[in-house]
């Protein structure tokens, strides 16, 4: 027994032997990477400090200049494994001023509680152009909802090119955003994303300099019933919904997206032009003050996202002929709908389901002869259409199509004595139905 207890140890023992001796060649064969830290200051020499990859360095004293140093951008220099480039952060009344790649600036509200009602972004900074808005610069978002600055009225300067994400998020007093046009005709400016997110009492927002915006830029600014830049090409997901709009300047948009102007309630007028390729689901969606579309002549929309314009005011709508199909509950519970017109060259093949669903004022449609299918409920209590006609080449018809029609209401089936075997038995609603000769 001793013995093969000997011999236990002794295997134990060389396993172990052998585990570490791995451990040391993989150890030998990994050779410390060298990579190097610059600091870099406007007006001193950059500071380069050579280390190994993975050990802590400590940042060397912010350089003594005529500049007004704070800080340098970042606390923490452990752990970086790449060659690195680490900016000096400037303090000037308040404001701190980041040095960018291309040695212009960037701009933060810094760390200082300053009450100012006029935020006045100066152009430029030690003979620098300032051309950003920083990340969160002045946003409220991480102050528990108390913004220092008190801004009522943001001036921009020209030179300012593009405001970061959250940049002014949450700001509870902002109230107007001014913004100094270029010289140079189209915008090249952008906005970015949730940047004036939840500042619920903007109301005006003025610039030609934009170009671009992104998604929830303007999110739930209740109070905003003015906005122009005309020189917008999108209108990203949720960019304007929850807000007081009361009219927008579209004449440049090739898309807009997802709920890009839902829950508008004030918006009366929507005008869409030639260039618009893209209308997103519910872009429009519970606009309910929203009586008026009107699409540009030759516009150039094949496709209208899924409850684009449901429950909405609309009373009357003329579609470009270029529609392929309407989408699922693209004109859902439209109570003031009574005339749709197709062109006559319409190239319409699809109704989805729930397309006209409840507009229980829609006192005629004309299914063009190019429709192909029919979905469900597409025609779900329209109770105000008299008479309709389904033309020969509509292969495939949904369930309860036009469920909740009347005897009164008839529907006059073209090119077939009886119902297809594929056509359900509830598709038709009550309605009367007329089956052509065959």
């Not at 701009?107 to 030690?126: R, T």
């Not at 979905?375 to 292969?395: D, N, R, T, Y």
């Not at 077939?416 to 594929?422: E, F, I, L, S």
């Amino acid at each position: 027994m001793k013995r093969r207890m000997k011999i236990v140890v002794m295997l134990s023992v060389l396993a172990m032997i052998a585990s570490l001796s791995a451990i040391l060649c993989a150890c030998k064969d990994e050779k410390p990477k060298l990579v190097s830290l610059t600091f870099r200051a406007y007006g001193a020499e950059d500071i380069v400090v050579k280390r190994v990859a993975g050990r802590s360095v400590t940042p060397p004293p912010v350089p003594e200049i005529e500049n007004n140093i704070g800080h340098w951008e970042i606390d923490n220099f452990d752990d970086i494994g790449e060659d690195t480039v680490i900016n000096a952060v400037y303090e000037t009344e308040g404001l701190e001023f980041r040095l960018l790649e291309d040695f212009s600036y960037e701009v933060s509200g810094g760390k200082a509680n300053k009450k100012v009602e006029q935020l006045f972004i100066p152009a430029e900074h030690e003979g620098r152009f300032v051309t950003r808005i920083a990340d969160e610069g002045f946003s409220s978002e991480y102050k528990y909802y108390l913004d220092p600055w008190h801004i009522k009225t943001l001036h921009l300067p020209a030179t300012i090119k593009e405001i970061g994400e959250k940049a002014f998020y949450d700001s509870p007093w902002l109230e107007q955003a001014l913004w100094e046009s270029a010289d140079y005709e189209g915008g090249n400016a952008t906005i970015g994303k949730e940047a004036f997110k939840f500042c619920d009492v903007l109301q005006s927002f003025e610039s030609d300099n934009v170009c671009k915006i992104d998604e929830e830029a303007f999110y739930s600014c209740a109070a905003l019933t003015h906005f122009n830049a005309e020189n917008l090409t999108e209108i990203p997901d949720l960019a304007f919904d929850d807000c007081s709009l009361e009219e927008v300047n579209l004449k440049n948009v090739t898309s807009i997206g997802w709920k890009a102007f839902s829950l508008v309630e004030s918006l009366q007028r929507v005008e869409l032009p030639k260039k618009l390729k893209q209308l997103g689901d519910q872009a429009f969606s519970q606009c309910t003050a929203l009586k008026e579309v009107v699409f540009e002549e030759g516009c150039e929309l094949e496709y209208m996202g899924i409850g684009c314009f449901s429950q909405t005011a609309i009373t009357k709508i003329e579609l470009p002929k270029g529609l392929k199909n309407l989408a699922f509950a693209v004109f859902e519970s439209c109570k003031s709908l009574r005339t749709v017109i197709l062109p006559e060259d319409t190239q319409l093949t699809v109704i989805e389901k729930a397309a006209f669903a409840f507009d229980r004022a829609l006192e005629s449609f004309t299914i063009p002869s190019s429709v192909e299918s029919i979905g469900e409920e597409a025609f779900q209590g329209c109770v105000g259409i008299s008479s309709i006609a389904i033309p020969a080449g509509v292969q495939q018809m949904g369930e309860n199509a036009f469920a909740e029609w009347t005897p009164e209401q008839t529907i006059y089936v073209a090119g077939r004595n009886q119902k297809p075997a594929d056509w359900p038995e509830n598709w038709c609603g009550d309605a009367t139905v007329v089956w052509a000769k065959a």
